[in-house]
């Protein structure tokens, strides 16, 4: 298995402009997570789904972040319109079972300026 | 609500040395995994060892054991015979059991240095 898919690996973008970060989880897993890493916040869950259904999206900062799941093998965060506060790293991450944790993807690293 | 600490926020270790990380939780759940993540500079996150609460036997992987103390709401970390790759961010987590959507808590994480 290729394991959890995420691209970009690095996006820098300008200020204003729409940021759409893109995840393929692993075949099978049936739920999906999206993280937020940054050095003063740590790493904070923004949103996850189960069977392609949002659960929890109470993390998610403000309406300009938004999250989609349209089938089992892709979800996508979008950021419209950016700020420099998002600069962050992204991550995905798809699990089976509470037993197996996570598996997580290698991370987009975004930077607004 | 669960809460996990960590409260080393960085720790130092010679090469070939046992270096412990310690854990602590909050939870009034009996049925939860715990577990420790590695994030090297290259940022990716690994699982390195889990726990499952109901079992009293301590989890071991290779050169990483764990030390759990389910009254007392800790659950340690050990790497024996350190080596350079171990330079890392690590970071506990707790879920709760019951569903693969109950959410990984992360710990504040405690950054490892490795002296050679």
């Known amino acids: 298995d290729a394991g959890v898919i995420q691209s970009p690996r690095h996006e820098v973008t300008e200020m204003g402009q729409e940021v759409t970060l893109r995840c393929k989880p692993i075949s099978g897993h049936n739920s999906l997570f999206w993280y937020r890493q940054t050095m003063m916040r740590g790493l904070e869950l923004l949103i996850y789904f189960n069977n392609n259904v949002p659960i929890d999206d109470s993390g998610m900062p403000e309406d300009r972040f938004s999250a989609k799941m349209p089938n089992a093998s892709f979800s996508t965060l979008k950021i419209q319109p950016s700020e420099p506060r998002d600069s962050a790293v992204y991550f995905c991450?798809?699990?089976?079972?509470?037993?197996?944790?996570?598996?997580f993807g290698s991370g987009t690293r975004l930077t607004v300026v | 609500a669960q809460t996990v600490t960590q409260s080393q926020p960085e720790m130092s270790v010679q090469e070939a040395e046992t270096v412990t990380l310690s854990c602590t939780y909050d939870?009034?759940?009996?049925?939860?995994?715990l577990f420790w993540y590695k994030q090297p500079p290259s940022r990716q996150m690994i699982l390195v060892i889990r726990?499952?609460?109901?079992?009293?036997q301590n989890a071991t992987e290779n050169r990483f054991s764990v030390n759990f103390q389910k009254a007392a709401k800790s659950f340690s970390l050990k790497i024996s015979d350190s080596q350079l790759g171990d330079a890392a961010m690590y970071f506990c987590a707790y879920r709760r059991g019951g569903g693969a959507t109950n959410k990984l808590i992360f710990g504040t994480g405690t950054l490892l240095a490795v002296q050679p």
């Open positions: 991450a798809s699990s089976f079972k509470a037993l197996y944790g996570y598996t």
């Open positions: 726990q499952e609460a109901y079992k009293q």
């Open positions: 939870t009034s759940e009996s049925d939860y995994y």
